[in-house]
């Protein structure tokens, strides 16, 4: 069996995965298969069409037209066949001797079923001269970390900023074949859709995992996307949702998922108000904080008695600083957004890559 499968679902016919998927292919020795998931209605290229067609280690597959991102994301990972499976999007980057690094964690941590690490958040729109520098991780210890610190980090957002503090799942992570099957056989949603699936399988990664490992060293890069707000669609009585900003669509996406264990969300505490206002306070304008700060206002007035309203006190930012700082800070080096005219997350990752210890030293026993 392959050792890793890498899945990348096509949602429109704009996203190309051909850059992707070239330079995966450039390491030939790495144990890996690529997963192409799309609609029936969504063509790719004809490149990559060629492409997949001289190559054996590359699926492509279709899903029902029309079919929603969190169903496209279910059909790409049940394709898949390898011992570990991830999923990225087409945009992004990630490193192909991963499938070393999943062998090297099954070597020396047995149990894990799960594998996450730092990932880059690149915005391919960035403008020079109004972007923080990038954080890389100065030191490379693979930490096996603790189940019930990460369950209260994600469920009850403990230090969370907008989102959840919590890197596992299978979007830019890895999980574990024995987890792949437990997961699929839940029940799949039948009754209420996420534009985040990231986070319904950060929520059963983390409830059903056995141990969570995680390495320091990047191993891929996101093209950030900005969030854009949906509709909910679900019957159920709960006041936050996809439609009122990311923070609205995580507690959701974790009311579901742990409506269908037949459990209680029991995530609306203080920090959990301070993810909303961070939310708001991410807004760029005074029209759309003001707009997003009252939908919130009003979930907090309907849910559990108003009780958590009081807390809810954001504070909108006209002027944002800018960390340009650069150079080893902490247990961080911060360099250029921009270094050596890097735009897109490849050409970033390309350039920061040289200064990572490489994967195949990094699990040399």
């Given at each position: 069996?392959?050792?890793?499968?890498?899945?990348?679902?096509?949602?429109?016919?704009?996203?190309?995965?051909?850059p992707?998927?070239?330079?995966?292919?450039?390491?030939?020795?790495?144990?890996?298969?690529?997963?192409?998931?799309?609609?029936?209605?969504?063509?790719?290229?004809g490149?990559?069409?060629?492409?997949?067609?001289?190559?054996?280690?590359?699926?492509?597959?279709d899903?029902?037209?029309?079919i929603?991102?969190?169903?496209?994301?279910?059909?790409?990972?049940?394709?898949?066949?390898?011992?570990?499976?991830?999923?990225?999007?087409?945009?992004?980057?990630?490193?192909?001797?991963?499938?070393?690094?999943?062998?090297?964690?099954?070597?020396?941590?047995?149990?894990?079923?799960?594998?996450?690490?730092?990932?880059?958040?690149i915005?391919?729109?960035?403008?020079?001269?109004?972007?923080?520098?990038?954080?890389?991780?100065?030191?490379?210890?693979?930490?096996?970390?603790?189940?019930?610190?990460?369950?209260?980090?994600?469920?009850?957002?403990?230090?969370?900023?907008?989102?959840?503090?919590?890197?596992?799942?299978?979007?830019?992570?890895?999980?574990?074949?024995?987890?792949?099957?437990?997961?699929?056989?839940?029940?799949?949603?039948?009754?209420?859709?996420?534009?985040?699936?990231?986070?319904?399988?950060?929520?059963?990664?983390?409830?059903?995992?056995?141990?969570?490992?995680?390495?320091?060293?990047?191993?891929?890069?996101?093209?950030?996307?900005?969030?854009?707000?949906?509709?909910?669609r679900?019957?159920?009585?709960?006041?936050?949702?996809?439609?009122?900003?990311?923070?609205?669509?995580?507690?959701?996406?974790q009311?579901?998922?742990?409506?269908?264990?037949?459990?209680?969300?029991?995530?609306?505490?203080?920090?959990?108000?301070?993810?909303?206002?961070i939310?708001?306070?991410?807004?760029?304008t005074?029209?759309?904080?003001?707009?997003?700060?009252?939908?919130?206002?009003?979930?907090?007035?309907?849910?559990?008695?108003?009780?958590?309203?009081?807390?809810?006190?954001?504070?909108?930012?006209?002027?944002?600083?800018?960390?340009?700082?650069?150079?080893?800070?902490?247990?961080?080096?911060?360099?250029?957004?921009f270094?050596?005219?890097?735009?897109?997350?490849?050409?970033?990752?390309d350039?920061?890559?040289?200064?990572?210890?490489?994967?195949?030293?990094l699990?040399?026993?």
């Amino acid at each position: 069996m392959t050792k890793l499968s890498i899945c990348i679902p096509v949602e429109t016919a704009a996203q190309d995965a051909l850059p992707l998927v070239t330079t995966l292919l450039e390491n030939q020795s790495a144990d890996f298969d690529i997963v192409i998931a799309k609609p029936a209605d969504v063509a790719l290229s004809g490149a990559l069409i060629d492409l997949a067609a001289g190559a054996e280690n590359i699926t492509t597959t279709d899903a029902p037209a029309g079919i929603a991102r969190q169903l496209l994301w279910r059909h790409a990972v049940s394709t898949a066949k390898g011992d570990w499976v991830t999923l990225v999007n087409p945009g992004d980057v990630i490193e192909s001797e991963l499938a070393t690094m999943v062998a090297f964690i099954e070597r020396t941590s047995p149990k894990a079923d799960a594998l996450a690490w730092t990932v880059l958040q690149i915005d391919p729109l960035a403008e020079p001269g109004n972007c923080n520098s990038v954080a890389i991780p100065s030191a490379y210890q693979i930490q096996d970390l603790d189940k019930t610190a990460m369950l209260k980090a994600f469920f009850y957002w403990e230090a969370s900023l907008n989102v959840p503090k919590m890197p596992f799942g299978v979007h830019h992570a890895a999980i574990h074949r024995s987890l792949i099957d437990t997961l699929l056989q839940l029940p799949e949603p039948q009754d209420w859709s996420t534009p985040t699936p990231q986070y319904e399988w950060a929520a059963k990664v983390l409830l059903f995992a056995n141990e969570l490992i995680f390495s320091p060293r990047p191993m891929s890069a996101i093209s950030v996307t900005p969030f854009e707000a949906q509709a909910p669609r679900h019957p159920w009585n709960f006041p936050f949702h996809s439609g009122q900003g990311l923070a609205g669509a995580v507690a959701e996406t974790q009311f579901h998922v742990l409506r269908e264990l037949g459990s209680p969300w029991e995530g609306g505490g203080e920090a959990f108000v301070r993810a909303l206002m961070i939310d708001c306070m991410m807004e760029t304008t005074r029209e759309a904080y003001v707009s997003k700060g009252n939908v919130y206002f009003a979930a907090l007035q309907e849910f559990e008695g108003g009780s958590l309203k009081p807390f809810f006190r954001p504070e909108f930012q006209q002027h944002r600083p800018k960390d340009t700082r650069q150079g080893l800070h902490d247990n961080a080096l911060l360099i250029d957004r921009f270094i050596g005219g890097a735009r897109t997350p490849q050409e970033f990752y390309d350039i920061a890559k040289s200064i990572f210890t490489p994967i195949p030293a990094l699990c040399a026993e």
